[in-house]
């Protein structure tokens, strides 16, 4: 078998590795919306009513957002790994598959910190998630680096690497101090927590974007 | 990294975007179906009983219907907006994010509707979701365009995005008008809403739909 | 724009609507596996009782895979059907998605005609999902063969798309039959249904697979 | 229709039988996750009753593992698989839907084997299931190899078929020999069982480690 057949069987590989996590993340990120139940009630008799009874929903609507947004952020995240990444092998299927594994916790564990906001261990279960598919992603890049899986090479990949990884580091300490200043008030958790995946989502001039803005100027230089 | 080599990167990007979509749109345009459970009861005992059975699902077939169509709307609308993307960035990712997640939505709005067809707040809520979906694609265009991430250029650009820009504010116009009907009734509201939809699903002859036509006609030259 | 890109464009158009499909008929065939709920009780004190308890869930084990079945039946249709599609426009869309509606309704068609095999009203549900189905194929085949979407041409074209048209009468031949049976009895009706769907997928020496086999030497010489 | 024009066609149907895969995968991966509901009751009133309550999850947590865990060997399985095929027929189709009908019944079965593990019945059910399933792909193997649907020939084509049939019949043996130990104790089964399923998942220098790693060293060669 020679060398441009096995790179088209290692393309369909990583193909195939990205189209069970896209659906993967899109049932993840869909999955609370099975949450949002359309009030039906007797006592709905006007306008007001209903607007009670919709309003009543925000929590569950909050957190369907802060979970998509999770989901969203990883989903970013591993498509924009995947675009350095040309090769994969059985390690690599099944260093995602636990990926994925954690990214379809995270419905749960969102939802769980949101029933118990008031309490540290609900915080702690939240970052456990989140801290768990930063070591994956880590491990991940490690891997792909050391096995020469990267479509780049020399002074460009140590760059592309590195940049990454500091970015995955950077989201990790921002995560652990949000969980940590749970020791004073879960509720400074949760505001830290929201802050943090906002702004990966929003933010577009923040410290953290710029790396990321400069791993694209790289790649389309 | 070279120019071919960006693009090929730039292509698999837009993929992952089309390829979450996809799922996201599935998921959304069936989850309904799980509404529709199959009548069971002892007092089922005719061909008369089971037809009444059955026709007393009809609310849930016409809202899981209303529902699919609607999300198919959008789909057609997303599947022609990406043969003229070529490009992608993060902020493409985040706005087709967000874009996913109102559409995640729909069949939650669509069955709140069904649910509450009698008051006006139930209609503002499901025009809100569709307002939101075209606010969301304009930034998307604006965005696309500002960037240069389109597949045509010149002359042909403004037109494409002249023509896809005035089909969604004409869509737009036509929602808020069935909205502003629910301040006579709300289901004169329904009534414009259902067919509305119904045009963009069926009827080829309509002014919205030669639009549509031009493009295609563009883009077949 | 020149008719060389204009082809990738409508080959992303017909890989879309084979996304959304795939996806749709993904969740259509799994849908049912919900149903099959593990039996948890007190009263199951021995390996007996399990037994029983298990041996309860086979009419939902059935209905899962007449379900399953159905879905695949049409999935594999539809997937030939578009080795010869080579176009698509905002029509081949909407057909499309109609299609996909009725193939989203078949667990509910199928469960509901399993939970009242008794009366004639669940044939003629189950038989109508059958029957449009069947009309929208043939409507997608029109089209497409009308508006020279397919990639053969001359007398291939026609051999290929008569053999399709015929396949698709002869099997809605049968599943009319088996709808008319149940003026006799219901019973007969559904032991005909699924005679013919697993026909379909099973014998590979019928008269209707030797059509598919004359279309499939056809495709490869 | 010449034979690269065919290749083409062939190649889209592959990619066809993988996407509905990928998609009938996912769904079966994260079945079991809507198993797992987050606690609420009046009774949690301090981070002690919280913590009590979520220990109460971990044999849903476990059991979700454990399927996630199963339905990502046979996935990986499938997807190493299909590098080696280049072409299909309605068969192929067909065989790859009986494979992935039993795919989605892994969570259920995982489900009912956590439900009764004390019972011989629920192993023999879990295992039917893992049987089943190595009949299946052995199936898909001869009929591609019979028919020359591979993209290796020649004495490559041997090795690799010999091993993976290999590698499924030690397998099936491990899970044959975790399924007769019930007869001694159920729970020596599940540990079995559990055994084998993480091996595949994590043990890279096992026995029938080697063997995936000799075809893949083939296949890079």
Redesign the interface.
Known sequence: ?NIK??NQ?AG??IQ?V???S??????????L??N?K?P?SEA?R??RD??TA?SALSPTLLTY?LS??TV?IF??GQ??A??YIKKS???V??IN??F??LI??I??TT??LS??IE????IA?YWLNLLLLGIIILINWHYVDKHSFL??SGA?KTKVVKAIKRRVLIAQALYASGALLSLISPYLSLVVFCIVQLNY??A?FSKVRQI?DEI?E????
């Open positions: 078998m057949h096995y069987i369909q590989r195939r990205e189209s069970l896209d659906n993967v993340f899109a049932v993840s990120a869909t999955l919306v099975l949002i359309v039906v709905i006007s306008e209903l607007a919709f957002f998509f947004i969203g989903w970013t498509s924009v995947f675009h092998d059985r390690n299927y099944w598959l636990f994925l594994l379809s916790l419905p749960f939802a769980f029933a118990h309490f540290r261990f609900a279960v479509c780049v460009e989502a929003l577009p990321g694209s790289q790649t389309s230089s």
